[in-house]
């Protein structure tokens, strides 16, 4: 190449670096599935969310030390109101800034947690010149007239105020992270209210009273809520025993979506609202887990109420391999991106990483990786992280590779159950049969564990991208070749390296007869070709 030319390459490449650096984090959809686009191409945020005491310079090398340790690329971190507006209309970004400069020297992105009128249903990170005005910034009143230990979703000079302090942190972010360390912003912290499904305050009382929203009324909406479709009514009349809960929805998705607003007109990041969640399975009744946040069963409410919200996100805390992929597959919507922006710090949870991945999800993140000496917390933080440390450390160099997979509809992922029996993957042409210890067929012996896992990529036509822990994975033929005879042409383990696969080793005899390759206990990413005979 001559001298001239090669310059003109080497400045329309930097150039486009530079756009493609500036471009915002943004959600794409697809034929209902999503990417979080973080310079122009799909990402994962292989996630770790520190303790809510840890967001201050004095706990952060720890917290570091945890992301490196888990060979995470996004730290979720809180924002503190209380710190950020520590007199009304005064604001303190130094904390921010502080995040931002660590983040990149650590090479990390941040995702921020916005803890302001909620936190875990509370009102507890409001600034002091909030909670020593109670009338002016009431908590809910419950059905007995004794307030609740939640704020009041009707409280408009609370609103107002959330609304100033978010849109000037967004302001702020816009001003100084040019470069897009912050990929999404959480709105509040678990919205909704333990203690009472509703706010029963006159001014609730009266708007409780008075009629259902003509937003509400859309026969789609009411036939997702799973009552009859009606043009008028009162919210009793329109839905009946679920009322309370629904209002109490509307009001504090209401509530949000105008914050949310208000910081996406400053700076339109991906926004997001995290769900305290309940059982999928049984339907409670709404005294039994926090009323009016974006539950499974009130996410076309949510939806409605804050469309600046871009996503809402569910927290995995339940138990249950049946419980929690009910979770997954209820929050993975056409006009919602799957996230898990917090699950519990246990090795069981390291398989739902996959299942997220294995539905389109953006991302995960475990919740309370940095030790924050606590004897609350676990001293042992770090040995915790192992198993998290070694997924993010296989996923990292094919990150991208797995997020545009995922979004073309090409990944698909299983979770070992409870009775370990063997699943079956289905692709163009092929079923893949994925065997866990502990059952009696098509299974490994010696895992009594339940934490087996498995995601498979159908690059193209004969060939996949298998990558998985306690399992083996075999194929048969579909479709034309259904019934026929089959092996494996050639299995190659190794990793990804600049988006090309690069094998250390063919793997045969031992490591893939008896059932097809078999995967340990530590993750490893295999090709597999496979051949009809
Ligand atoms: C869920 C909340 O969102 C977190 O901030 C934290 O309080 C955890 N629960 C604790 O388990």
Redo the contacts with the bound molecule.
Sequence with gaps: MRPLLLLCTCLIAANTHAQSTASLPVIIEKHGRHALLVDGKPFLILGG?C??SSAWAAMLPKVWQAIEAMHANTLET?IYWEQLEPRQGEFDFSVVDTLLAQARAHGAHLVL?W?ATW??GSNHYMPEWMKENASLYPNVTGKDGRPVDSPSPDAKAAQEADTKAFAALMRHLKQVDAVHTVLMVQVE??AGAWGSVRDYAAGAQRSFEGPVPAELLKPALLKALGVPVVSAGTWQQVFGKRADEYFQAWSVAHYIGRVAAAGKAEYPLPLYA?A?LRDPLTNPEATNYESGGPTDNVLPIWKVAAPALDILAP?I?LPGSERVLKVIDLYNRPDNALFV??A?LIHDNVKYLYATLGNSGIGFSP??IDDNTLAAADTAALSKLEAYGQEYAALAPMMREVAQWAFEGKLKAVVEHEDHAAQTLDFEGWQANVGFGGGRSNTLPGNPKTDGKAMIAHLDQHTFILMGTGCRVSFSPLGNNAGKAWQYLKVEEGSFVDGQFQARRILNGDETDWGGPQFGSRPTVLRATLVVR
Excluded: C, R, S, V
């Design positions: 969310q303790h809510n809180p947690l803890f936190k875990n912290n678990e995290n305290a927290d805390y922006p917090e519990g919740f309370g």
